[in-house]
């Protein structure tokens, strides 16, 4: 059994910053991704960050609302995974998921990429 735990939510107000965490636990196994995903209030859930591990270096994906704001890394032998977040606005508030994929298939921006998905951890930013 895989798992994946997030850690690093809480309350800040706008402007400010966050970094979470994502550690994989359980029986071994390699990812080829891993990825942030979040659903806030009455929305649907939204791609956030993902990385593709590469040899030659790794690939950062982001979403529009978070570009230049949030930065994704990670440890591919550790399969974690860090979303720093800065400059957080109160449309950042949600919870967010980390997620992992052992094969890429349908691309790193899609949910059914994925095939575990940590339990959330929740952000709130107030203005």
């Known amino acids: 059994q895989v798992q994946l735990v997030e850690s690093g939510g809480g309350l800040v107000q706008a402007g400010g910053s966050l970094r979470l965490s994502c550690a994989a636990s359980g029986r071994t196994f390699s990812t080829s991704a891993m990825g942030w995903f979040r659903q806030g209030p009455g929305k649907e859930r939204e791609f956030v960050a993902a990385?593709?591990?590469?040899?030659?270096?790794?690939?950062?994906y982001y979403g529009d609302s978070v570009k230049g704001r949030f930065t994704i890394s990670g440890d591919n032998a550790k399969n974690t995974v860090y979303l720093q977040m800065n400059s957080l606005k109160p449309e950042d508030t949600a919870v967010y998921y980390c997620a992992a994929s052992s094969t890429l298939r349908v691309g790193v921006r899609k949910n059914d990429e994925y095939d575990y998905w940590g339990q959330g951890t929740r952000v709130t930013v107030s203005s």
């Open positions: 990385i593709k591990w590469r040899r030659s270096g790794d690939n950062l």
